[in-house]
């Protein structure tokens, strides 16, 4: 640390992202990307249609919005996009968060939101999930609040059907809502209908998951267009061209394609189940995920040493050192190719212990 640093931020604890390594070839089941590259066609159509290189990027990314607006049936003053959906939630804690409006999300969760919190200086709580790892929204309502949900959960993968988010909405006029929707393509059910129907609701999605652009950082957001201005005005003020021309055509590029991303989700989906039934003929217990990962924990080892173990082996997944999920592992649903050497690698272990 320097001596220049800002007292604001010298106790600032920043996000750990996982291991993304490059000596080395690894089985990478650690940070939820899609295992699949995106299609050939989208990246040509990028090449073709992203704005001249020396001029900036449209600010308005109009096209992208126009498709995605069409994609979701929404109006484009509904939506706004930006680097990655880690940009987006933290412009949502600096345009709603304050003193007079805290930020509530669960304890166990996507962790970049305690550090948006504390590095915008958002007083914040974090309400306990149940002990079966679910989240009671009773807790969350009637309160003046902006409140982050990750729907799935991560890393448990839980899912809230909308119908109980369009009830917090009613219950707390007071409190936005921010829907973070990064895994909802693996078989939940989005809130972007209710965005149309409640000022409260702003749904964050990303296409870092299902539409295989994790490295291009590309995310967006639904709400009704007052929330939308309220995130403009933050973006404006502090990165107008947040979103790159290549990646604005890319986005276009890989909505015109909806029926491959449907396909790829929907190998996930029996991925995941395969894996899970792999899982536990080894003897884990796993949470009942709807998203493109797996939350595991086996009765005789912990999740960090099991983690380190198969790390040995080439094989990464994801370990969060919380005293009440430390038995557990994340694991990425890959192809099938890749969950039978997981399996493989799990056996071995096992049968060593
Ligand atoms: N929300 C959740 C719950 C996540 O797990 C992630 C991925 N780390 C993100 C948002 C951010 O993803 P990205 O910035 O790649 O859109």
């Known amino acids: 640390m320097s001596r220049f640093l800002s007292e604001r931020h010298t106790a600032l604890k920043p996000y750990v992202p996982g291991e993304q390594p490059r000596d080395r070839q690894y089985l990478k089941l650690n940070t939820n990307e899609s295992p699949f590259a995106p299609e050939q066609e989208a990246i040509e159509y990028a090449l073709a249609h992203a704005r001249s290189y020396e001029l900036y990027c449209d600010t308005e990314a109009v096209a992208l919005r126009q498709a995605l607006a069409e994609r979701y049936g929404v109006p484009p003053e509904c939506v706004m996009v930006s680097s990655g959906s880690d940009e987006m939630l933290n412009f949502a804690f600096v345009a709603f968060g304050s003193e ?83 895994y909802v393509d693996f078989g939940g059910a989005s809130c972007v209908p209710l965005t149309q129907r409640y000022e409260n609701i702003l749904v964050v999605q990303t ?60 190998a996930i989906v029996e991925n995941r189940a395969y894996l899970t039934a792999g899982l536990k003929a080894l003897g884990f217990v796993c949470t009942d995920s709807m998203a493109n990962f797996v939350f595991a924990r086996h009765l005789r080892v912990n999740g960090g040493a099991l983690c380190q173990m198969l790390r040995d082996r080439g094989v990464l997944v994801r370990h969060f050192d919380q005293r009440r999920i430390s038995q557990y592992v994340r694991i990425t649903v890959g192809t099938r190719e890749q969950i039978d050497r997981l399996l493989d690698e799990l056996r071995a272990i096992l049968g060593g212990l």
């Open 207 to 266: 296409f870092s998951k299902s539409r295989s652009l994790a490295g291009a950082r590309l995310g967006f957001c639904v709400g009704c267009p007052q929330l939308i201005g309220d995130l403009q005005t933050i973006r404006y003020s502090l990165n107008p061209y947040n979103v790159n021309s290549f990646t604005q055509a890319l986005g276009v590029g890989v909505l015109r394609d909806e029926e491959t991303v449907r396909r790829n989700c929907a």
């Open 100 to 182: 007079a409006r805290p930020a509530l999300f669960p304890d166990i969760t996507y962790g970049f939101y305690k550090v948006y919190a504390e590095v915008n200086r958002i007083p914040y709580t974090e309400i306990p999930l149940e002990d079966d790892l679910t989240i009671r929204l009773e807790r969350y309502a009637g309160r003046k609040a902006v409140i982050f949900l990750a729907n799935p959960n991560a890393p448990t993968g839980i899912f809230l059907p909308p119908e109980d988010i369009a009830r917090l909405a009613q219950r707390s006029p007071d409190s936005v809502i921010v829907v973070d929707e990064a």
